[in-house]
């Protein structure tokens, strides 16, 4: 099954469980996620690459040390989790916004202006 038929199945499957959004978001968020995973290679590649920079080789093979540590010594699952990184070329893959009135803790909604 390519790319588009995925991201079909998931578009009609997230239409069905959810009529809050529209399908402009629905479209923003399944095409978002699949260009991260269609820009993801393995991390081995990355550090095995000239043109990775310095830096970011050092957090790819110290991430790599953390997740065999976590596999050999915290008996965690040995998966495929955190081992592909996608350079997006800006500083962070979503943001995640929340508003509260000053000094509350209170959520703030669009209805509740």
């Not at 962070?92 to 959520?107: D, F, G």
Request: with cysteine; glycine share 6%; charged share 20%.
């Amino acid at each position: 099954m390519g790319l588009a038929a995925v991201a079909g199945v998931a578009m009609a499957a997230t239409l069905c469980l959810s009529g809050c959004a529209t399908l402009g978001y629905y479209w923003q968020s399944v095409t978002g996620h699949l260009g991260v995973m269609n820009a993801a290679k393995p991390v081995d590649e990355w550090l095995a690459a000239q043109e990775t920079p310095a830096r970011l080789r050092e957090k790819l093979a110290l991430s790599q040390r953390i997740r065999d540590f976590a596999v050999s010594e915290l008996k965690l699952p040995d998966n495929p989790s955190y081992r592909r990184y996608a350079d997006l070329k800006r500083p962070a893959a979503v943001w995640n916004v929340t508003a509260a009135p000053p000094l509350s803790l209170e959520l703030r909604t669009g209805a509740s202006r």
